[in-house]
């Protein structure tokens, strides 16, 4: 079987809350959205946004916890753009989870949550590369 993932669907309370957050965050447009979800496109596969309680009913599945054993990623290509990205995100409805440093086993990084409480780790790492298109590569 191949190794890919299509989408990342995140549940979310308010639906406008949370594509400004994206939008106005992080400067991603949706390529589709209705009443109940957003989707963006992502550089192999999607992420989307959707209203909870739709969520539910689509995935049959009552009583979805808040986030918590997880955290997404946006790896960028200097250090020094580690802190503005967070600093767009905060301004856009995120929270500070953790200030931006340098870890132990090395890169820059720092932790935003977006209003529906998704930890997202905003980083840069030495080791890997990003292309034109934002394909990160795993490399030591």
Known sequence: MQQQ????TLGIADLA????FYVEGFGWRPVFENDEIIFYQMNG????????PALE????????????AFSLAHNVPDPEEVEPVMQRLLAAGGRLLRKADAPAHGGFRGYVADPDDHAWEIAWNPAWT???RG???FGL
């Open 57 to 68: 009913q689509d995935m049959n599945r009552t009583g979805l916890l808040a986030p918590g």
């Open 130 to 132: 990003i292309d034109d």
């Open 5 to 8: 993932i299509s989408i990342i």
């Open 45 to 52: 596969f999607v992420l989307g946004t959707f209203n909870k």
């Open 17 to 20: 809350r949370s594509r400004s």
């Open 135 to 137: 394909q990160v590569t």
